[in-house]
């Protein structure tokens, strides 16, 4: 796609479209301040791109049936949500809806050049089923922080050997299309925005909780960012005074005492002190311990293993209720691997929120699990590219 709309009409024109489908000339005339004929010159316009086209007559409202209007359906969008220890690669249309998408494990650990390898190879993959020729754009999340502008990772704890490495240029050279990078937690909350648990809220906290824990801020219905890219970073707010030391250098962060590898950390060791049978059967068995482990300990009942997750659950939901106190979100969801934990944990969150911030906030403010478990990011990504290519060039 080399065409972008020309002005703030055909980007509006562009996104209602995305997010509601097709639609007729005076349907959307209902949702921007233009005259018909204004309209009908910008419509003209953007089908002269072939960004949109038409697609049929659109339901009668008295008068000559106008064609319904849509996204050009052979645009294709990759989304690419790169996680700690696996990687989620989906190719979507316009309208992000998903056509195909790929799960596999991986360490990002293992550095840019090896990860992107194998981005680049789920990405032929799916291409080569016959979903896309090529890509119209992609957008790409990684699990630590991105200065946004240049699509860069900075210092990103638990990713060494990708500080400072030219995400968006590199993959935009591989791919021969407009890329952007964002950090995986705003992309959770873009996606579960678009389709999921928060597509009426405007101003919403979207957490994630799995090899790390970070916060999506949406304000307004954007994603805010702050001035370098960084906001949100809650995993390292200290949660323990002088408490276990982090990845980041600090002692004491909540991503040290609550998160996916400090889940297993400590399963682990109450399976090794026999404090939990279950987790110790689970350790003898398959030689390590994960978030899944504890969570079906806690299913079949092990008290340890509950004790875990109500404990981390407390904890972050002291360092969420501050956030609430402070933002006053219309609605807390919470995602992330570590959210297979379920309900224990959701209601330890929602204890400590709900007892530690004011009541004006709290008094109608829902904290639910994400709907859309792994698409979320995927889906995400994909809009981020789409905000970017249906903005005025």
């Known amino acids: 796609m080399t065409a972008r709309p020309a002005n703030a009409h055909q980007a509006r024109l562009l996104r209602l479209l995305r997010d509601g489908g097709p639609n007729s000339r005076a349907q959307l005339g209902d949702q921007v301040d233009l005259s018909r004929s204004k309209l009908a010159v910008e419509v003209d316009r953007l089908l002269e791109t072939e960004l949109v086209v038409a697609d049929g007559l659109a339901a009668s409202r008295g008068g000559r049936r106008s064609h319904n209007i849509r996204l050009n359906p052979h645009l294709r969008l990759l989304g690419v949500d790169i996680g700690a220890t696996s990687v989620d690669v989906a190719v979507t249309n316009a309208e992000l809806e998903i056509l195909g998408h790929i799960n596999q494990p991986m360490d990002v650990r293992e550095g840019p050049v090896a990860v992107f390898e194998q981005v680049l190879s789920m990405a032929a993959k799916l291409?080569?089923?016959?979903?896309?020729?090529?890509?119209?754009?992609?957008?790409?999340?990684?699990?630590?922080?991105v200065r946004f502008p240049e699509g860069i990772p900075v210092a990103p704890p638990i990713m060494p050997g990708w500080d400072g490495f030219p995400v968006r240029e590199a993959l935009s050279q591989e791919l021969g299309c407009p890329v952007?990078?964002?950090?995986?937690?705003?992309?959770?909350?873009?996606?579960?925005?678009?389709?999921?648990?928060?597509?009426?809220?405007?101003?919403?906290?979207c957490v994630k909780i799995g090899t790390g824990i970070g916060c999506g801020i949406v304000v307004g219905g954007e994603v805010y960012r702050g001035t370098t890219g960084s906001a949100g970073d809650i995993g390292h707010i200290q949660a323990v005074p002088d408490g276990r030391p982090c990845a980041c250098g600090n002692r004491g962060c909540l991503e040290a005492h609550f998160s996916g590898a400090a889940l297993a950390r400590d399963a682990t060791e109450a399976a090794e002190q026999q404090r939990s049978p279950e987790l110790a059967a689970r350790l003898e068995t398959n030689g390590t311990l994960s978030a899944v482990d504890v969570a079906a300990a806690a299913?079949?009942?092990?008290?340890?293993?509950?004790?875990?997750?109500?404990?981390?659950?407390n904890r972050t939901g002291q360092v969420i209720a501050g956030l609430v106190s402070f933002f006053n979100p219309g609605l807390v969801?919470?995602?992330?691997?570590?959210?297979?934990?379920?309900?224990?944990?959701?209601?330890?969150?929602?204890t400590q929120v709900y007892r530690g911030s004011l009541p004006l906030a709290t008094g109608n403010l829902p904290i639910v699990l994400g709907e859309l478990g792994p698409a979320a990011g995927v889906i995400g990504a994909a809009r981020l590219i789409s905000d970017h290519l249906f903005s005025p060039a």
């Open 299 to 313: 299913a079949a009942g092990d008290a340890t293993a509950l004790d875990l997750i109500r404990e981390g659950g």
């Open 127 to 145: 291409r080569a089923t016959g979903l896309a020729e090529g890509f119209d754009g992609a957008g790409i999340g990684v699990p630590g922080p």
């Open 180 to 205: 952007m990078v964002d950090n995986d937690v705003n992309l959770m909350a873009l996606g579960e925005q678009h389709a999921g648990v928060a597509r009426t809220v405007a101003d919403f906290l």
């Open 333 to 350: 969801v919470i995602g992330g691997g570590v959210t297979g934990l379920g309900h224990t944990l959701l209601a330890a969150i929602r």
